[in-house]
């Protein structure tokens, strides 16, 4: 339990991730929907705790202590664990969430069966359809991030073939006004991709070669001084919201 769960250490690259991924209340709403009236929550690599519902019996799991120390206090009780190994007898909650996790889990089949193991109504899994990420122009900037990023994701064919043949998947569109920091929430403030904060709370970056994180950096600088971005992609700053890659699988 000392070394890293998944592909990154959150204990290094997770710093701030309770005030850069915080809950957005759009998509808060989609997933609050897809658990439907269930009382006993279980959420499944919980991190910090965004989208954890209030007013209802939330237990956490999460192995990594640093993100475990960004969770608001109170919050819902937490268990040190993995997804492929729950401390829980058969049936033990109503529902249970995932929310952004899988593609750092080693096991994606083992972790999707312990949940469905674990739970009695809807499994809810918010994740990243992988060749989906491409629309956003980001990735004309800095294409390696983007080949990290569908190494790591699994397909959502994947994901929805293990929840079941009942499994549903939903586009989530992403307000402008996003508040929870994953690349997308920036389609239409691409200064925030200056802020060296806010790249640190993208986990894909860690695996970026710092050069070619600074090389994009001072081409994006340039462009937005220039005007150069606003040319190409300006209408997306008055575009209320992007239907890119985000996706909420129900099983």
């Given amino acids: 339990m000392n070394q890293p769960a998944g592909d990154v250490d959150y204990g290094v690259h997770g710093i701030g991730y309770n005030i850069r991924r915080r809950t957005d209340p759009g998509i808060a709403a989609h997933v609050h929907r897809a658990l439907g009236p269930a009382r006993r929550v279980l959420n499944v690599g919980a991190g910090a705790g965004s989208y954890e519902p209030v007013g209802r019996m939330v237990v956490a799991i999460e192995p990594s202590t640093s993100m475990i120390a960004q969770r608001p206090d109170p919050s819902a009780p937490v268990v040190r664990a993995v997804a492929g190994a729950l401390p829980l007898g058969d049936g033990a909650v109503d529902a249970s969430m995932a929310m952004v996790t899988v593609h750092q889990w ?9 949940m469905k193991r674990v739970t009695r109504g809807p499994v809810v899994i918010l994740t990243f359809d992988g060749p989906a990420l491409r629309q956003l122009w980001l990735a004309e900037y800095v294409p390696e991030l983007y080949d990290v990023e ?13 929840l079941g043949p009942d499994s549903v998947v ?8 996003c508040v929870d920091g994953f690349t997308e929430a920036f389609y239409g403030r691409p200064e925030a991709f200056l802020d060296p904060g806010v790249r640190a709370a993208q986990s894909a970056w860690s695996f970026v070669d710092p050069e070619v994180e600074q090389e994009f950096v001072q081409r994006l600088a340039a462009d937005l001084a220039s005007g150069q971005w606003d040319r190409q992609h300006g209408h997306l700053r008055r575009q209320d919201h992007f239907d890119g890659a985000l996706r909420l699988v129900v099983g």
């Fill in 106 to 114: 080693p096991d994606l089949t083992l972790g999707l069966q312990e």
């Fill in 150 to 162: 569908e190494s790591r994701l699994p397909s959502i064919g994947a994901v929805a073939g293990t």
């Fill in 170 to 177: 939903l586009p989530v569109p992403v307000s402008f006004d």
